[in-house]
């Protein structure tokens, strides 16, 4: 297809996925979203529109499924051209920042300030609603891929070159809040994998292995000489961008720790070799329930698996090396768990984990930490510096 006969396809697939996100069945989710924006002040047009792409293409906080993943597994009449473009809006939408490098009425050359990459972007809106946009500027938008090029996705917030340390603070924000985003990059991905597999280094070299196991504040006091153990070798390795010395109660201050956790008297900590650090409460339960098998799926040990398994965001290498060590008993442990007799966890186990964790497979060749483009480390400290050019 040539670039109009994209757009074409563009429109009418996103029309008919507005039609369903804003079908009186899913109106609560968007009324949630723009209620917590009424909090911080008065709900624009804009706001409503960002709301409705945020259903779409988002995970909630309560780790319900974007609504385009609902509505792929809805429409099995779909024709295979219009299910894969949908299917790809799904793997690679992101909600960025960007400065305008060019636009000539129907071509934009945006710069991502988050992964430092160039994309070629062909609205689908015309000049009247994007101009005034300039050299310069910045604009917040979503985009989805359209085939090599890409288009947008919603509504598109302008800010003149004047509101720089604004614009690189949100990039910031957000590049923190959500590494994937500058993993797109491939050699950020690649630089960023190599400073975790150090870190796993130190991780093991300290402890002896890549589980320590204790009270929450055991565990805690562990993770924060982790940090300064491996912050004190970076430093060493390169004074120059050491940051100045810090404690560990400085790098991971109690309010990033669950409150739960200090009290409780069953933590492990467990560093992966790409995901580094995760903490799972209750970790000698989920041991002893792939080990001895519970016998009903009311017991705490069946329970401790299915809430695992089913957790959002928990990564699946946790129960798959924990299968791998009970190669014997796993399959008995996940039949009574899900009350599936003739469960096989060679055969069916990673299917069950994908159905219950389908975001974290498709990242899962992606470290969890990002290195971030000098110029949002600046960001982050609060110095806004301008990109390379």
Aim: aromatic share 8%; proline share 6%; hydrophobic share 40%.
């Amino acid at each position: 297809m040539n670039v109009e006969e994209l757009l074409s396809q563009v429109e009418r697939l996103k029309k008919d996925l507005v039609a369903y996100a804003t079908s009186p069945g899913f109106a609560q989710r968007t009324k949630a979203l723009l209620a917590a924006k009424r909090a911080e002040g008065p709900a624009t047009e804009g706001d409503a529109i960002m709301a409705v792409e945020s259903v779409i293409y988002e995970r909630d906080r309560q780790g319900r499924e974007p609504l385009l993943e609902r509505f792929l597994r809805a429409n099995n009449n779909l024709a295979p051209a219009d299910r894969e473009m949908y299917g790809q809006w799904l793997g690679r939408s992101f909600l960025e920042v960007f400065s305008i490098r060019g636009y000539d009425g129907t071509r934009m050359l945006l710069h991502n300030l988050i992964d430092d990459m160039d994309y070629e972007v062909y609205p689908t809106v015309g000049p009247a609603e994007l101009e005034p946009l300039h050299h310069g500027d910045f604009a917040v938008a979503r985009l989805v891929p359209m085939g090599q090029a890409w288009t947008i996705s919603g509504n598109v917030t302008k800010f003149p070159a004047k509101h720089r340390a604004e614009i690189f603070s949100m990039a910031a924000s957000l590049a923190t809040g959500n590494p994937l985003l500058v993993l797109a990059n491939p050699d950020i991905a690649a630089e960023s994998r190599a400073l975790v597999a150090d870190q796993h280094r130190v991780f093991v070299k300290l402890f002896g292995s890549h589980i320590v196991r204790g009270t929450g504040a055991q565990v805690i006091a562990a993770y924060r000489l982790f940090l300064t153990t491996y912050a004190a070798e970076a430093s060493s390795k390169n004074p120059s961008d050491a940051g100045g010395e810090r404690t560990g109660e400085q790098l991971a201050p109690d309010a990033m720790f669950a409150a739960e956790m200090f009290g409780n008297d069953d933590v492990a900590m467990l560093h992966h070799r790409l995901k580094s650090a995760s903490f799972l409460q209750g970790y000698s339960v989920l041991e002893d329930a792939h080990k001895n098998p519970a016998t009903d799926p009311g017991d705490p040990k069946a329970e401790a698996i299915r809430a695992c398994v089913q957790e959002p965001g928990s990564i699946p290498d946790i129960l798959e090396e924990l299968a791998a060590r009970f190669p014997g008993t796993v399959d008995a442990a996940y039949e009574v768990a899900f009350s599936r007799p003739g469960f096989s966890w060679e055969r069916d186990g990673e299917a069950l984990l994908r159905r219950y964790k389908p975001e974290e497979f498709r990242t899962r060749d992606l470290p969890s930490i990002a290195v971030l483009p000098p110029w949002l480390k600046d960001a982050v400290r609060g110095r806004a510096q301008a990109p390379r050019t």
